[in-house]
């Protein structure tokens, strides 16, 4: 058992490392280097399955929807025109009709079918640190992306509630918990936004300038793990936590870039690799080898990337069809979702063996593939023009 533990922990440090310098290799983006990695070395039995690591990537996992939250600027969202806000809402809706009728015609498991039309910002985080979060296709990447994410959550909420209680009585419940928690959360940022208008020294008090105890990052981690706290005792979904106290950061202390920029190194020098790191790891390679699992998996890959695609048309008039096309790739990629609703699925026998492995390497070529045509896309745009905002 020690050994093994060592050979986890040597294994993990490396790959940390080490996959940087290989994406740099590849000419491809970290993310996808991390997962193809952690499936390499859990197939030759160097990463073998450990509750220490389970924790640590969810850990990482949850952090990165932290980080997510504090990429979503509430005030951009606010001052965005009414045309902007019905742009996305109308990609939403046909991206999640698109959704729904591709699985319906190529009959497609249910939970499949639902889980199609998820929209997750989490890898936003990673884009915007490598592209630029001042980039009109990021900026509207976004504004789209946090209204999908609060209902794809919400959505996630529900389906693992109704999937551990069933319909009934239990389940009206919890989403009682759930909307007293998000009215609880608007009645509590309406409270602070008055209280720091009357008294802005107070944010100096809790984020001073002159820190010597990294009073910032002490305070943005309690957040963290109160919100966390708060759903774990409520039952629901912690993810939903993890970003609303990212989005409390983003709103209260926006001015504040250098704890922006310590949180993201945290992040995405630690452990939001882990998460990747695990996210190959649970991937057996073996499984390539039933039959249909690969196919599936193209097919789920790229039903979900063209109902995006062909969504994204009513974007076109608001940024031009590259910046479109950014959008739809840049919200092809629910990884974080996608694997727990197949996890509950799974879990709660709804999703049989074959379908659970189809869903679980969608996630990882959906990432592949985005990933890449992103950078290649971005390059191109880069070297025909320099982009300006339309927000």
Do not use: C
């Amino acid at each position: 058992m020690i050994h093994t533990n060592i050979t986890l922990i040597l294994t993990l440090s490396l790959l940390i490392w080490g996959s940087p310098f290989v994406a740099k290799i590849l000419r491809i983006p970290t993310p996808p280097v991390e997962i193809i990695l952690g499936s390499l070395f859990a197939y030759f039995s160097f990463i073998e399955e450990s509750p220490y690591f389970d924790l640590i990537a969810e850990v990482g996992f949850l952090y990165l929807m932290f980080l997510a939250g504090m990429e979503a600027d509430l005030k951009q969202l606010a001052r965005s025109s009414r045309e902007i806000i019905q742009k996305s809402i109308l990609f939403l809706l046909l991206m999640s009709i698109f959704s729904i009728v591709f699985g319906l015609l190529f009959g497609l498991n249910t939970i499949i079918i639902i889980s199609m039309p998820l929209i997750s910002i989490g890898l936003l985080a990673s884009l915007s640190k490598t592209y630029g979060k001042e980039a009109s296709w990021i900026q509207l990447t976004f504004i789209a992306g946090i209204l999908g994410e609060v209902l794809s959550i919400t959505a996630l909420t529900l389906f693992d509630a109704a999937s551990m209680t069933g319909i009934g009585m239990e389940l009206f419940v919890k989403v009682g918990y759930l909307s007293l928690f998000i009215a609880s959360v608007y009645l509590l940022y309406r409270i602070l936004h008055l209280l720091f208008w009357w008294f802005p020294e107070f944010k100096r008090i809790l984020v001073p300038k002159l820190d010597t105890s990294d009073q910032d990052i002490r305070l943005a981690m309690a957040l963290f793990f109160i919100l966390i706290a708060v759903m774990l005792s409520l039952e629901l979904e912690l993810a939903l936590g993890a970003f609303i106290a990212g989005m409390a950061i983003s709103v209260f202390f926006h001015h504040e870039k250098k704890l922006e920029e310590k949180m993201s190194s945290l992040g995405f020098g630690f452990l939001v690799p882990l998460f990747f790191i695990h996210v190959g790891a649970s991937l057996n390679l073996e499984s390539l080898l039933i039959g249909g699992v690969v196919s599936g998996a193209l097919l789920i890959t790229v039903l979900m990337i063209l109902s995006r695609i062909l969504a994204a048309i009513v974007l076109k008039e608001i940024s031009g069809s590259k910046d479109a096309l950014l959008v739809a790739l840049s919200l092809s990629m629910p990884l974080t979702l996608l694997i727990a609703v197949a996890t509950i699925g799974h879990e709660t026998q709804l999703l049989d063996l074959l379908s659970y492995y189809q869903l679980i390497l969608a996630t990882v070529f959906e990432v592949l593939f985005s990933m890449v045509t992103i950078k290649f896309l971005s390059q191109n745009k880069e070297k025909l023009s320099s982009p300006t905002s339309p927000l």
